[in-house]
């Protein structure tokens, strides 16, 4: 069975930091570009950041840069999202997807493998 598993979400004071894990069963990620994305109540599902299967080349959302981090061990068949200096506004539902082939895309239907999603809350 083909799945992704996204852990590491939890609640976090504004200002702190958390790291999502994104673990593949059933495939070998190293063969697909892995992306993140985020939906918060309300509000419609968007792109954070995504890392290419050749060479790793990683993006992210422009007003992200600087404080989340893609990373792969494809060792260990899983993607890290390393999350600093959290805001309020980051509170959302995070999603980790799949895509067959070496180059991200930025809208979510071109992703075939989808996790179940881990909630992520900024409060004080």
């Known amino acids: 069975q083909l799945q992704l598993v996204e852990s590491g979400g939890g609640l976090v004071q504004p200002g702190g930091s958390l790291r999502l894990s994104c673990a593949a069963s059933?495939?070998?990620?190293?063969?697909?570009?892995i992306a993140w994305f985020r939906q918060a109540p309300g509000k419609e599902r968007e792109g954070v950041s995504c890392?290419?299967?050749?060479?790793?080349?990683?993006y992210y959302v422009e007003a992200l840069k600087g404080r989340f981090t893609i990373s792969r061990d494809n060792a260990n068949n899983t993607v890290y999202l390393q999350m600093n200096s959290l805001k309020p506004e980051d509170t959302a539902v995070y999603y980790c997807?799949?895509?067959?082939?070496?180059?991200?895309?930025?809208?979510?239907?071109?992703?075939?493998?989808w996790g179940q999603g881990t909630q992520v809350t900024v409060s004080s």
């Open positions: 997807a799949a895509r067959f082939g070496p180059y991200c895309a930025a809208h979510g239907v071109v992703y075939k493998y």
């Open positions: 059933g495939f070998t990620l190293v063969l697909y570009a």
């Open positions: 890392i290419s299967s050749r060479d790793s080349d990683v």
